[in-house]
């Protein structure tokens, strides 16, 4: 089966509130929804939303690596098309990688009639991941009642961004969180590199008391030793997050033993299968890993899904974040009891909504065919 024929939609998609991170606030996730054709006539979709600040690359990068890449591959059958998608697994375009790859590996599972998930893993995948939840609300008072309609949901396991705000706030979201959730909640914590070592360290202390299963990136991407400094004296886990760029970055961390959690996002590491490498990595270390999502439409959280489930993980997966979204390129994902199930047609079980498309599309799709 070659690929006769492609399609890049640009697209923006508005958040309901602005996402508020130590590395600042994200209003509209920006990108391309990718859409492969094969000869037969059917159709493989991928998406990228690249975030620079947040470990991939810029949106410039990401367009120009897929229309060259695309381009590239009209006319290619499929199994070589994947295979040559090894070669520039190293370029440093992740999102765009995990696009393309992503609209492969939809048009192989279609063309087997398998999910995407069955060609992934060694073991049968799960057919559904317990999700958490991110809670994006700034005021105490905003994040008890996030937490209620979240428990609600059957959702057991939330997360809270810090570092953007003053310590004693932060500290206050987390206590309403707690008292919101009970002692049943599973709570976690992210602070996107925004601590430096003896405020980490002081405020992992602050934060002991309420409980926290992990606290991811509490010290700077690309200080190592300072991850492993905190994580050795600190009475919380501590999980790496933008510290992993790609295998070699992994490797630092695990070789370093600066992590009890690895965070693995496709879009951040090149997609499923260079996730699912670096998962194998940390399991050889005894080291568990969290799939997440990156502020994803339903596309690529569904990608993100497919990998959870290969990778079977026993914690629950950073993937009920659809509702942050305003506007959205496919069907709804909805957790059920705390667990998103893997949709069940062939492929990735999604295609992109044209409606949704034509409502976020901010320029003219470029087209390819052979």
Known sequence: MKITGARIDPVALPLRDPLVTARGAVHTRRGFVLRLRSETGATGVGEALPLEAFGSEALEVSQSFAQRKVQALMGTPLDQALEEMNSSAEDHAPAAHCAVEVALLDLLGQDRGERLADGLGQAEPLAGVAVNALINAEAPDAVARAVERTREN????????????????????????????????????????????????????????????????????????????????????????????????????????????????????????????????????????????????????????????????????????????????????????????????????????DAGLARCRVAPPTEFST
């Open 154 to 353: 059957g959702i057991g396991c939330v997360k809270l961004k810090l570092g953007a705000r003053s310590a004693d706030l932060d500290e206050s979201r987390v206590a309403a969180a707690r008292r919101a959730g009970g002692p049943e909640l599973t709570l976690r914590l992210d602070a996107n590199g925004s601590w430096k070592e003896p405020d980490a360290l002081s405020a992992l202390e602050r934060l002991a008391a309420y409980d926290i299963e992990y606290v991811e990136q509490p010290t700077a991407t690309h200080d190592i030793e300072a991850l492993r400094r905190v994580r050795a004296a600190s009475p919380i886990a501590v999980a790496a997050d933008e510290s992993l760029d790609g295998v070699a970055g992994t490797l630092q961390v695990l070789d370093r033993e600066a992590a009890d959690v690895l965070i693995l996002k496709p879009p951040t590491l090149g997609g499923p299968r260079a996730t699912l490498r670096i998962a194998r990595l940390a399991a050889q270390r005894g080291v568990e890993c969290v799939v997440t999502s990156f502020i994803d439409s339903s596309l690529g959280i569904a990608a993100a899904l497919h990998t959870a489930a290969a990778l079977r993980p026993s914690r629950a997966c950073g993937l009920a974040t659809q509702a942050i979204l305003a506007d959205d390129l496919g069907p709804p994902l909805t957790p059920l009891s705390g667990r998103l199930n893997l949709p069940t047609g062939p492929g990735l079980g999604l295609a992109a909504d």
